[in-house]
């Protein structure tokens, strides 16, 4: 039997944002330097005054993460790579700002070849961004975002 050790050389961040979400073209980010997605579930405690121990039920659950991008620009269409993540975390000069169509759904994978990838689509709001330079480093953005209802795509196989 075979068995499949990750790395980091599996992980793939792809994204569709604003009008195209649920309909648009999946654009892999390049230059992705990393990417993490957390989860919560809520726990409520349903202990009464008569017992000794604490019981609880599962209540909401959310989840978050963050990705480190490389900073580019695509000589092809003279665009930046992070564009779509800035703009969507406040990053706008327009007068309107954020809204609730400035989702973002992101599609995080392991990629192993197969048609089994292991896949997380989520839709998000871009929370924080953080763009730095320093000498002899290169220019990188990370982004923090909040997921909003459910996954739509959960795949751990």
Do not use: C
């Given at each position: 039997?075979?068995?499949?050790?990750?790395?980091?050389?599996?992980?793939?961040?792809?994204?569709?944002?604003?009008?195209?979400?649920?309909?648009?073209?999946?654009?892999?980010?390049?230059?992705v330097r990393?990417?993490?997605?957390?989860?919560?579930?809520?726990?409520?405690?349903?202990?009464?005054?008569?017992?000794s121990?604490?019981?609880?039920?599962p209540?909401?659950s959310?989840?978050?993460?963050?990705?480190?991008?490389?900073?580019y620009?695509d000589?092809?269409t003279?665009?930046?790579?992070?564009?779509?993540f800035?703009?969507?975390?406040?990053?706008t000069?327009?007068?309107?700002?954020?809204?609730?169509?400035d989702?973002?759904?992101?599609?995080?994978?392991?990629?192993?070849?197969?048609e089994?990838?292991?896949?997380?689509?989520?839709?998000?709001y871009?929370t924080?961004?953080?763009?730095?330079?320093?000498t002899?480093d290169?220019?990188?953005?990370?982004f923090?975002?909040?997921?909003?209802?459910?996954?739509?795509?959960?795949?751990?196989?």
């Open positions: 039997m075979a068995t499949k050790i990750y790395s980091g050389r599996d992980g793939k961040l792809l994204y569709e944002a604003g009008d195209a979400i649920g309909g648009g073209v999946q654009t892999e980010a390049l230059k990393n990417w993490t997605l957390n989860t919560n579930l809520e726990t409520l405690n349903v202990t009464t005054l008569s017992e121990h604490e019981s609880y039920i209540g909401k959310s989840y978050s993460g963050s990705a480190t991008l490389l900073y620009q000589d092809s003279n665009k930046h790579n992070v564009a779509p800035l703009q969507r975390g406040g990053l000069t327009t007068s309107t700002g954020v809204s609730d169509t989702k973002v759904r992101l599609f995080l994978r392991l990629y192993d070849g197969t089994t990838d292991t896949e997380f689509a989520i839709d998000v871009v924080s961004s953080t763009i730095g330079v320093n002899g290169i220019v990188s953005v990370d923090s975002f909040q997921g909003t209802g459910a996954p739509i795509i959960a795949n751990f196989l």
